[in-house]
């Protein structure tokens, strides 16, 4: 070992256990075996640790820290859920500690024991795509931590949440495109295993039975990144009939998408209409600029940190899982008809 102080995270490597377990063993918590407790507290005395500091003035501040991952911190929709997150936290004199997953399951579990390690009362998560295993969330909830979900939920997980209504956000917005003339129109979705993506799928599909209009598998697809874009809308557009409306995920899948329509020579919205999702300052800046749909992002953050807090301080006794639902609105711009 070197000279550099010794952390818990070192000795949860050294004895092969995790972060957590070896914070709770630290603290003679009932949860872990003496047999473990004394082999973590054994080996911090030889290896000489001391606790770090920042984790000691937390945790003296107990009851005042919530802790936020989120998968993206430059996406216009969850820096404005952060804003809202952190004027009720301010209001309600709490302070945040902001982690940054980058769509990685590793840096979300890393996450998670910092953030236990760091004793806050409460954690708010939106999961990244790449999670498919969760028992990281599960084990915020036996380590008697209050957890939240926001926007991408985790249905394994039996705890409160807070949602926008994908699903009618997006039937609303396919029957306006329909309603406008569309009936060939491409779904360009997320990965399956996300709820946001399969709700959304739902309203696009149920729209369309709606109108008796035929679901078409090939013009369904996963395609939420601007790679994906460069890959499927070419291919979308050599169909015939080309189709006549695209309803995409986000608003950079949209913008992506309203350039490569353009530069193929199409004319939107009298040839193509394309319908985003989330309502960001892109939307304003497209020429012609998109129509999408409003997820009310600060709403959000505001509605999950109250979540979260009321929950720590007890004003929130509802038992089971508490659901809050963020209403959506279709905000019409140039991009459709």
Known sequence: MDKRRITLKDIAKA??????????????HPAISLETRDLVQKYAEEHKYKPNPMAMRLRMNRNNVIGVIVPEIVHYFFSTVLAGIQEE???????????????????????????LDAGVDGILVSQSKSTVKYDHFQEIIDNGIHLVFFDRICTGINTDKVVVDDYVGAFHAVNYLIETGCNRIVFLGAN??????????????????????????????VCDTPDLVQEVVPRMLSRQ??????????????????????????????????????????????????????????????????????????????????SRVIKTDLVVRESTR
């Not at 004895?15 to 003679?28: I, Q």
């Not at 709606?210 to 090939?218: I, V, W």
């Not at 608003?251 to 992506?256: F, G, P, S, T």
């Open 192 to 221: 399956p295993h996300l709820p946001i993506s399969t709700n959304r799928k739902m309203g696009y599909e149920d729209a369309l039975r709606n109108h008796r209009l035929p679901l078409e598998n090939e013009f369904i697809a």
């Open 241 to 322: 009939p080309v189709p006549d409306a695209f309803f995409c995920i986000n608003d950079e899948v949209a913008a992506y998408c309203l350039q490569l329509i353009k530069s193929a020579g199409f004319r939107v919205p009298d040839d193509i209409s394309i319908c985003g999702f989330t309502n960001s300052y892109i939307t304003e800046v497209t020429s012609p600029t998109l129509t999408s749909v409003d997820q009310h992002g600060f709403e959000m953050g505001k509605e999950s940190a109250r979540l979260l807090i009321n929950r720590i301080s007890g004003l929130e006794t509802k038992s089971g899982v508490v």
């Open 15 to 28: 004895l092969n256990l995790s972060p957590s377990t070896v914070s709770r063993a630290m603290k003679n």
């Open 89 to 115: 936290a301010e209001r309600q004199n709490y302070n945040i500690l902001i982690c940054h997953s980058n769509e990685n399951y590793d840096r979300e579990v890393k996450s998670i024991e910092m953030l």
